[in-house]
């Protein structure tokens, strides 16, 4: 299936490569008559585009997606819902020796190996992290449906590289063009960024989601519990490395007694004192925040000259890339976190009944 | 689909509650002509069975499939192989009280909400961990599988709660009784989890895998690549809370130039000069050994009383779970980790050709 | 996936070999809170189950199925449902040469083309209309759920050979041991089969399956209309070779202005005159009786002498099918094509809702 | 999933509506390296584009599609193809009408009924036969792919109204404007076309379909087999009523003595004497032609006065449905019927081995 996800219920299709004619998405099986705000879908989406600050990548790409089909004035029609972004700004350079010297750390030698030369290898082609910007068409719109459902989906920075925002993650930080709580931690996180960018290098980081609102009972055993879902999505995005849902990776060390989130009333109804659970158990919601945190290899693309291999002539090679690349990805990855957990949440609610009566 | 599993090639449906008449599963989508050894596969599933030693539940259940169909002479015939694995030691306590007044840390909140009070409840029912036995019966199989390709997958314990075994995973494990490379880390790991048991409680811990002989080229782009496919199913075991491959979450914390795997010749073929991918490259393998971390939360089931709710009274409980339960579910979840990759990388495998010529 | 049906919301797993220890079915999806009479699901089982007179073969088989999971005290518990039919009269002759001189009619060639001589040949093996049985349980159960609903789903043998039963299909035929309408047309059938029978040969017929009071708005445009569902469905069928909706093949003779339903006004609410149709517009259920017919190939097993081939010396051969088999599986059938429908319907009402407001 | 078609290897996403800014097609799960002819390929579009004759609609749409992504240099990638045709004649009158009083024969009613309203009911939107032109961009670059296989796809008008084409199907007819074999009944064919649209009316049809060169042991049991895969795509055709395979509804009146395909060997290798079963035994391809004939309805939409509703008043209506509209659909679905094949077939071919070794 590779690039169609298949949900219990929606159904999204992924196409385009970096400098094909256009990228674009299909999400099938939306309900009719869902509105589709395309202001705050296009604001949405620019908080992911690229060319608009010093950690992003050179490209300018106005990412104005054009619907083709699915809407009738503006609202969903039952039908599948199209739509691309134009590809403007291909070739400008030449794409020819990735296919000839892989880059370190990018998908040049695997898609080499598996698709034998016919791969498109400009710009990455279908591995591009470009393609996260269809990737946001179908999640932007969903996060207007959740809203709507009071179902509230936030990602923030919480790490670059070794500095990490402490502060609570209360409110949204979607406005803010660098997308962390604490205005100091943001200061330390950009400056290393900057640092990283003046030596020709990169740096990783560590985006955080957090989704309230979201009802209990969503989800469902085995395969397809939100966990599976959301982690299943996640890797889709280029550069993810990790996923950890809760207390994650530091539940491990945790004693029982502690780790577990005990159950008690609050204003009548049940809550869990604790959310170590991140909001799940057994892969289903129980009403609480859904916290999980994404794990951002630094972007492969430097400067620096780097060891690679000439796939013809099978010798060494030192590759040195040039053109201008994101020196961290996590500013811009964070909607796209957010897109995947729309994707997958809205998924599962638009189920039908799992009681029967 | 929720308990069915869709691969690209492969089907797995998992069925059966921990109380249930049997639990089992059926694989679809196997070739013909792959021979099954019994015997190794009971020695498989023993490694994941119940009541062998001081850290496992006192509930024994001897775990032998019975093969209803898909095998004829012991080989394939490319017919649905189904096996089911009798209940015997059942409902021999009452579990009623856990409808009305639900474990920390368990999904019996989250299955009465969903499912109104119809679910089967007795030993967690469906969710149990119970039903990674026929998990196992899958991977036990495409172990067998993989091995004649070549193809060696190994996991051990990589930390209990906060002992981390630092030795190099060289080789494998599995005849351990306790499945740690450094027998100084397992005897701490050991007191440490006997310590919990004795306090009446529990203990996390994080299992390692490690993919040997793989060929580069598995995995496809966006939905469907080895991480895809390996988190989708990781999320199905019980208690599995956070999922990272090669440095993880640790790539977070680097520069580029300092997690890129660089590209060499060895031995005339291409290779990486480090391993901070795991082994996958833009979801498709590199023919590097594939490597992932598991992170499982402390077993929720202690002795120690918690604070729950009564679900029908909406009044508080002070719950003590009396019964034995693993005080620490690591050692038992290791082959449990090498099941899913078998499964994740057979169907990757069974594909057919990703460049037609 | 073969033997998996991935519907919309219901995942039907259909497993065993016709002399395999068992086989069976798990019904994936169903919601929590439906109640299985199981002896009702017996006597539907039973008009299915062979050896009951001289049409049937001789093989007796009770058809009693074994539930493994899946219920709590009769009612789905949400888990996915697996029962069991064993194989109890199995291999009491020798198949060894139908692997090596395939029956004309049958599935022995391609299985063997297909599968290399390592499928299971006794009896048909996967392919073995035995496989029908698993079908009815889920279809039995899916029927008592749509009965619930309001939705009766009632089958007839329309034609045997060249005898038809012309007389309109007002009820159930269910408790007939001759499911036809007209008790002329019934006794003239069933001497068309004893002919048959008497003479090694074997006779085929047509089933015609009519679907009252399902509602409006079932299906889904494209590929996922209630016709392409029940014909893929149906299609799982052995000795199905053709399918047709409402008028189906007379609908191509006719003018528009004769095939079109034309809308009217019955007791206030919207109707069609007529339903050329078969209740079913643009893959979408209008509220008509949905109707179908299902042409059903003569039993290839005959006792005449047949021309065959030796598949390893690749001479000729005169093959003489012993044992007794269907002369005529058409009465068998009719619960069979009830069973695809109810799978089919079921599937479709369980969606989520196609407009959200 | 509805408007995507999950297959074993290829997965067809069509999405658009009659009236939309475009229709269009994504294509995934095709290797890489697999060249695309785009004039053939228009060659074949044309075959159904509209506006070319005389039993065609007035409707003049180019049908060129845009190539979005999928390939380079002319052939695949190995990422989604998806291409595009625009919608330029749109929107030229007024169909509001339509959604209150529903013409006969069309999806106008469910659909209102199943999206209350929020449906594109333009020229009937998503259920219009524009749809199936990206169906036949699909089809053709598979036909392409299939005919290097030396597999070669023909189908032909059987029968229009009354007057069927008796004449042996022995060469492609896709260079006739009127598809048929015998010219004789060619001429009587059109003439009764003609007929029927002078007198406001229209007439349905029969396609016969012959597959030659495909290999045996194509489908898969059960679920999977070449029939189920073909039916399930056919009835995404608008107008497809019934389909058969060989003998089909013929084959229920036959004994089995008569229907059974003897085998016999032919120049060294295994044949059937006949080819009652059209290539297909057990789901699974036998070597000889694959045979299949479907029934399309007269077109629903005539000039002649039809008894509707008024939705909103509940009173009936005269409906007088102006514009010109195919007065035989049969003629331009020739190469849809071929189209359907090629995307079945493909989809087996691309599978990997059923047997291992």
Chains 1, 2, 3, 4 share one sequence.
């Not at 959740?146 to 990490?164: D, P």
């Not at 996640?234 to 550069?239: G, Y």
């Not at 994650?248 to 008690?264: L, V, Y």
């Not at 604790?274 to 994404?294: D, K, P």
């Amino acid at each position: 299936m590779s690039s169609i996800f298949n949900g219990s219920t929606l159904h999204l299709s992924i196409f385009g490569q970096s400098h094909s004619e256009a990228i674009g998405m299909t999400l099938d099986g939306l309900p009719a008559g869902i509105p589709v705000d395309p202001d705050r879908l296009q604001q949405f989406l620019n908080r992911r585009a690229p060319g608009q600050n010093d950690w992003s990548t050179a490209r300018r790409e106005e990412d104005r997606p054009e619907f083709l089909c699915g809407l009738k004035d503006g609202i969903t029609c039952g039908a599948p819902l199209t739509a691309l972004i134009r590809n403007r700004n291909t070739q400008g350079k030449d794409y020819e020796s990735l296919r000839v010297i892989p880059r370190p750390g990018h998908a040049d030698y695997t898609a080499q190996i598996k698709y034998s030369g016919f791969q498109d290898y400009y710009g990455g082609g279908h591995f591009s992290g470009r393609l996260t910007a269809p990737f946001c068409i179908a999640g932007g719109i969903l996060l207007q449906f959740l809203e709507r459902q009071g179902i509230i989906v936030n990602a923030r920075i919480l790490r670059i590289a070794n500095v990490t925002d402490d502060a609570p993650f209360l409110a949204s930080v979607a406005d803010k063009l660098f997308p962390a709580v604490s205005d100091e931690a943001s200061r330390c996180m950009q400056k290393t960024i900057a640092e990283a960018h003046s030596e020709g290098d990169s740096v990783g980081g560590i985006v955080e989601c957090v989704v309230r609102g979201a009802p209990a009972g969503l989800g469902n055993p085995i395969f397809d519990g939100v966990e599976n879902r959301i982690a299943q999505l996640m890797f889709a995005v280029p550069a993810v490395k990790g996923i950890e849902f809760g207390a994650g990776f530091a539940a491990a060390e945790m004693h029982g007694s502690e780790n577990n989130d005990e159950f008690c009333i609050q204003n009548g109804s049940i809550h869990t004192c604790t959310n170590h659970a991140g909001g799940i158990l057994g892969g289903i919601t129980n009403g609480e925040e859904i916290v999980f945190r994404v794990a951002f290899k630094p972007t492969p693309s430097i400067a620096k000259p780097q060891r690679s291999v000439n796939l013809e002539s099978m010798q060494p090679e030192i590759l040195e890339i040039t053109g201008r690349h994101d020196p961290c990805i996590v500013p811009r990855a964070v909607p796209v976190v957010e897109a995947v957990a729309a994707v997958s949440l809205s998924d599962l609610i638009l189920r039908g009944n799992d009681t029967w009566n």
